[in-house]
């Protein structure tokens, strides 16, 4: 994005506040800041794209991943990098397939309903009239009516069908499933967008995943970070945070980073610490903040990402158009189950590289049935599932003893999915595959994964077993807060990105709040519990 | 976007072309200039043209004379207009004496992506070409002083033993890498995959041994069935270059020791798989993935072993899938989604199934 009229403020200057991080978590908090007047400071690891430069091609597209090595453990090691991990001024949002479903209220009070997982602190309510303001102030597609929220409205028309979506809406036709076009954060019309300039329509060139080089997709450098610099905040790209300063209270007053090999020192009157699930949780590991609770890296989460591929006769090539227009809500609660929560499903669309490298991992294919199965890409249409996983003791992020090139030491996640999980999955796998049968595949094949990085910072109301309050203030240091996928309590079955800018602009504003600063206008209605100003 | 019209292209499900088949004929673009007389290299392959007793085991295209003192600008453009008018998928550029220079910027622009065109195969040229400006393609050095007859046995030998290795593609495929549909960062990534291994590159972080056995695994693992000898990619060659320059995939699995250091072990754990008949290559092969096969020196377990066999043969699958003749194998041709962005961005109209654009190459079935 375009920097070159940015404010800038000198590393002594005392900010009000540094964020960590410029993804779905950071990015609205610098832009809620800066609109407030406020002089913010976002310190992004990675460099600032110029989108034109983007590339489909997936070897190099992983310019925008986070591709420093990670170690993965346990039965369902996550496989990190270019799946489930961004780097770059706007985070995962430059390579996250823009799936945009709203959390589900049952997924909110899990553990009220169920007597499993956890509940979250905050009211479905409340969260989701932050969601409307997300979705109005990027823009999201999807269908005139949602069949499983009626007053739901989408103001942008849907993105077209692919082969892939066509077969997923004749499979759940054929078996009753109620399916239409999804939530999608893509706009289908040329869009100005305030301080961004025009947004172009999407062309379906079906390379979301490889960054959007027209700003069709919603990404904060097309979005939220315009805004926040546009107010006057500033975003150092390519700058590493390994230190954080306290002073003689216990608060945050500096942040020690690197860029360009030089160490700096930016102090500042708050902390937004916005690096996602992985780098979040290493980063106050490796200081030994916000740790009384002894929660953080706990509770990692991965959703349920399985696949069924089928081979149609015709020429299906799911790299055409957005990747997964199609949606169906119905499995959020299948009936006569033995396990709690659900799953969504979305129809598929799939880059060479990306399948080739699903096939190998999650279908363990080698040798003449690897090589065919490529061969046969072009007939290939699949569906997948985002499912629920619940929060788990056994699944952790630790540091190891080998340092990166900063001197952090490298995160060891480990991932065992449970007996829920493992449920869930079953179900999906029948219900996937009756679907890609009924819309005429002569041959199925079932693909494992998971997908994004949830948990290990978890937001709750009791000190003792969380990290950050349900405001996502740091219950050991005040002036520390976190806000990313690392504070879900719970995976919830939604894609998490649009939940995470929600929850961004609501940390955003109890900051304020919590500064006598008050709120921005229309947000009383979102303030139901009241917050001393 | 709505209401462009967008032709549809018919599909055709013949049969995989000869073109494909059968070994590629090379075509070599000949930079010329107005000396009425050219000597040695230029002149043996210019007289080539003249249906002399030995047809060229090559085709020739020869580019409008270059005047004395012609800008750079000038001679690209030349060589662009006769490689277009060439037609072909893969070609080589040849030049003597002062042209060189000519030949060195066009590949320079060419695997900048910034010149329109596809399929530099190589270089036959009277000097040598500054490295910074050709940087991996093959490269023949011949002295204007080679007689006609040798110059031409020598661009063929060059031609088959060298640059015209790896697979081939369709025109039409090409066609669509050249033009404005292919973004030029995506066409120079492709136009420097698309070169041919070097059969006497030394290995960077594998041993010579190792890296025959990782030939072998590749082989195993993702099958090319490539339809003449030399017609394969190296991939364990590609791989080997890879781990050279630290490429990280973002994560390796705690129990595996840092991705080099557990090639070179795994590597070291097969060093009999040459040994075997190819079923028992296979049977190992799947006692790898099974868990059931340790390194016989102790240095990794079956666990570690099928650790490491797995990103293995990601690598392997996904070095294939990166060469542009298999995108073309596969049907795939997403890459061509416009340039250099904004307005100019495109995508596709037709989404359904059996649709294609009139832009689109064939990109025939293989099976």
């Keep these: 994005m375009n920097l070159d009229q940015m404010s800038t403020y000198p590393d002594d200057e005392i900010v009000d506040a540094v964020v960590i991080g410029t993804g779905a978590g950071g990015a609205p908090i610098l832009s809620t800041l800066a609109a407030r007047g406020l002089r913010v400071v976002a310190l992004e690891a990675g460099e600032n794209f110029d989108p034109e430069r983007f590339t489909q091609d997936e070897t190099e597209a992983v310019a925008i991943n986070w591709m420093d090595e990670r170690l993965s453990s346990g039965e369902n090691p996550t496989a990190f990098g270019l799946n489930n991990s961004g780097k770059g001024v706007g985070g995962s949002t430059l390579h996250w397939g823009a799936f945009t479903p709203r959390p589900d209220e049952r997924d909110l009070r899990l553990r009220s309903l169920t007597g499993q997982g956890v509940d979250w602190p905050i009211e479905h309510a409340e969260l989701i009239e932050y969601i409307e303001r997300v979705e109005a102030f990027v823009g999201i597609a999807g269908p005139a009516d949602y069949p499983w929220d009626p007053s739901r409205r989408y103001t942008l028309p849907p993105a077209p069908r692919n082969a892939s979506s066509d077969m997923m809406i004749r499979g759940c036709e054929a078996l009753g499933i109620t399916a239409t076009d999804g939530p999608v954060a893509v706009t289908t019309v040329d869009r100005e967008q305030e301080h961004a300039g025009t947004r172009h329509a999407c062309v379906n060139c079906g390379s979301c995943h490889q960054g959007c080089r027209n700003g069709a997709k919603v990404s904060m450098d097309t979005t939220y970070l315009p805004s926040a610099v546009a107010h006057g905040a500033e975003i150092r790209p390519g700058s590493m945070v390994h230190g954080i300063e306290l002073d003689e209270a216990g608060e945050v007053s500096a942040v020690v980073y690197t860029r360009d090999g030089v160490e700096h020192r930016q102090r500042t009157k708050a902390l937004f610490l916005c690096a996602g699930g992985v780098e979040t949780p290493r980063l106050l590991l490796h200081t030994g903040l916000a740790n009384s609770s002894d929660q953080v890296g706990r509770n990692y989460m991965a959703h349920g990402a399985t696949q069924v591929w089928g081979t149609f006769t015709e020429e299906i090539r799911s790299h055409r158009g957005y990747p997964s227009s199609i949606i169906t809500e119905d499995t959020m609660r299948p009936e006569g189950v033995d396990f709690v929560g659900g799953y969504l499903i979305q129809s598929l669309g799939v880059m060479p590289l990306t399948l080739a490298t699903t096939l190998v991992r999650g279908g363990g294919l080698w040798g003449d049935e690897l090589v065919e199965a490529m061969e046969g890409y072009r007939y290939l249409a699949g569906v997948g599932i985002n499912a629920e996983c619940l929060p788990s003791d056994d699944n952790r992020l630790v540091l190891s003893d080998e340092l990166d090139e900063f001197g952090i030491p490298k995160a060891i996640v480990s991932f065992t999915a449970g007996p829920n999980e493992d449920a869930i999955d079953e179900h999906a796998i029948a219900t996937m595959t009756a679907i890609v049968e009924a819309a005429g595949a002569t041959d199925t094949m079932i693909l494992a994964r998971t997908a994004h990085t949830i948990g290990t910072c978890r937001m709750g109301d009791d000190p003792a077993d969380a990290v950050v309050d349900a405001d996502g203030r740091s219950f050991d240091v005040p002036n520390l807060w976190v806000c990313d996928n690392s504070v879900f309590p719970s995976a919830v079955v939604a894609n998490p990105a649009l939940t995470i800018m929600a929850l961004a602009l609501r940390t955003a504003e109890r900051f304020l709040a919590s500064r006598g600063e008050g709120e921005g206008e229309g947000t009383a209605a979102a303030r139901p519990h009241g917050v001393a100003a | ?367």
Excluded at chain 2, 101 to 124: C, N, Y
Excluded at chain 2, 168 to 197: G, K, N
Excluded at chain 2, 297 to 317: K, T
């Design chain 2, 1 to 367: 976007m709505v209401g462009r019209s967008s032709p549809e292209a018919t599909l055709s499900r013949s049969p995989v072309s000869s073109e494909l088949l059968a070994p590629p004929r090379a075509t070599v673009i000949v930079v010329r200039d107005d000396d009425t007389s050219p000597t040695g290299l230029v002149s043996a392959l210019v007289g080539t043209l003249d249906g002399g007793s030995a047809p060229a085991p090559f085709d020739v295209q020869i580019t409008e004379a270059l005047r004395p003192g012609a800008s750079p600008d000038d001679g690209v453009t030349a060589v662009v207009r006769a490689i277009r008018a060439s037609g072909a998928p893969r070609w080589l550029l040849a030049a003597s004496g002062s042209d060189v220079r000519v030949v060195a910027e066009t590949a320079a622009r060419i695997l900048s992506g910034e010149a329109g065109v596809f399929g530099l195969a190589g270089l036959v040229v009277s000097e040598a070409v500054p490295p910074h400006q050709a940087p991996g393609v093959p490269t023949l050095v011949l002295d204007d002083t080679t007689t006609p007859s040798s110059a031409v046995d020598a661009v063929a030998v060059f031609w088959r033993d060298r640059a015209g290795l790896g697979p081939t593609m369709s025109s039409d495929f090409a066609e669509v890498i050249a033009s404005t549909r292919t973004s030029p960062q995506t066409r120079a990534l492709l136009a420097r995959r698309a070169l041919a291994d070097d059969p006497d590159r030394r290995p960077e972080v594998l041993t010579a041994t190792q890296l025959d056995t990782l030939r072998l695994v590749a082989d195993l693992v993702v099958p090319q069935r490539a339809p003449r000898p030399g017609a394969a990619i190296d991939l364990a060659a590609r791989i080997d270059a890879d781990q050279n320059l630290g490429k990280s995939d973002g994560w390796r699995n705690a129990a595996l020791p840092p991705d080099i250091e557990a090639y070179r072990r795994g590597l070291d754990a097969l060093a009999d798989l040459h040994l075997l008949g190819l079923d028992e290559q296979r049977s190992r092969v799947q006692a790898i993935i099974d868990g059931d096969f340790e390194a016989p020196d102790g240095r990794m377990s079956a666990d570690q072993m099928q650790l490491w066999f797995e990103d293995a043969r990601v690598d392997l699958v996904r070095a294939w899938l990166a060469h542009p003749a298999t995108m073309e194998r596969i049907g795939f041709d997403g890459f061509a989604n416009g340039g250099p962005g904004g307005a100019m961005f495109q995508g596709y109209d037709l989404l359904g199934a059996d649709r294609r654009e009139q832009w689109e190459p064939t990109m025939e079935v293989v099976r």
